[in-house]
């Protein structure tokens, strides 16, 4: 049996312990209880819900499900993979241990619990760490504390989502993994990230491949950099601004925008968003003064 951290004790104090009795659990009817849409886990696996479902058959719901009172009924903040397999069961009534959680509290949990479980894609993780860090104002360092990850972990975890589209895609759907997508965001284009990627997802590239790859692909760069390197003062000083301005705008857009120019004088400006509310976070932050 694994050991298990600190962090994990404090859930298991929080949720009721499976191998112990429950304090302060109480019923209530399937209709009163509804997912968190918030919640960072956006896909469940139906086959494991079911083979859950049957266990719970067998042996009944040993961990009660955690909820919160919100508007007229409450709201899951641990525990929905429970749910739904109580659900496919047509329970009417499930055993539940009621907690007054705010949304950050509810958010913070929520994460922790599928982190410890393994049950995030990359990408949800990515995406639950970075809504915790500008929505509820956490650091990198209370995330790292409560999550039990290192700072540089979360800070490579949230990079992922800087990556083009489509590998993004891949690591939703797992024929990427987080180290192999990590070496593949060392590429200097899109077209060198996919070209890796898609070796990657048909295994015939390993992480060790991706970095010789992508140094190798780093030396070509350099080579025709310094063949096109600019050749007067006042070049070189506009490749310097647009470099700046590209690190400026990252950081505080916290995504990976891209300045293409011929002189420095004029260009176009490409911010990665991918989906909608993103793009709403990037036109507020772009608009407030």
């Not at 993979?81 to 009621?98: D, F, K, Q, T």
């Not at 809504?131 to 949230?158: F, H, P, W």
Request: proline share 3%; net charge negative; hydrophobic share 40%.
């Amino acid at each position: 049996m694994a050991k298990k951290t600190g962090l994990g004790m404090g859930l298991d104090a929080l949720f009721g312990d499976n191998s112990g009795e429950s304090t302060g659990v109480q019923t209530l009817r399937m209709s009163e209880i509804e997912p968190n849409r918030k919640q960072p886990r956006q896909t469940f696996d139906d086959a494991a819900i079911a083979e859950l479902a049957d266990s719970i058959r067998q042996h009944g719901l040993i961990q009660p499900i955690v909820v919160r009172p919100i508007g007229a009924g409450y709201q899951i903040v641990a525990g929905e993979r429970r749910w739904r397999a109580c659900r496919m069961l047509g329970m009417s009534e499930v055993p539940v241990i009621v907690k007054d959680f705010d949304d950050a509290q509810t958010a913070q949990i929520a994460l922790i619990e599928n982190v410890q479980r393994e049950d995030l894609n990359p990408v949800e993780e990515a995406m639950a760490y970075r809504t915790l860090m500008e929505e509820y104002d956490m650091t990198q360092e209370a995330l790292s504390k409560a999550v039990g990850k290192s700072r540089s972990a979360i800070a490579n975890a949230v990079r992922l989502l800087n990556l083009p589209d489509e590998i993004v895609e891949m690591l939703k759907k797992r024929q990427l993994s987080a180290g192999q997508a990590k070496a593949i965001a060392g590429a200097d284009t899109e077209e060198e990230m996919l070209e890796l990627a898609k070796l990657a997802a048909a295994g015939k590239i390993t992480v060790r491949g991706i970095e010789k790859a992508v140094a190798k692909m780093s030396e070509t760069d350099e080579e025709e950099a310094e063949e096109e390197k600019p050749d007067t003062p006042q070049k070189r000083a506009n490749l310097s601004f647009i470099t700046e301005m590209e690190l400026s705008l990252e950081k505080h857009l916290s995504r990976k925008v891209k300045i293409s120019t011929k002189d420095g004088e004029k260009g176009t400006i490409t911010i990665d968003f991918y989906e909608q509310s993103e793009l709403s976070e990037i036109a507020d932050k772009l608009t407030m003064y």
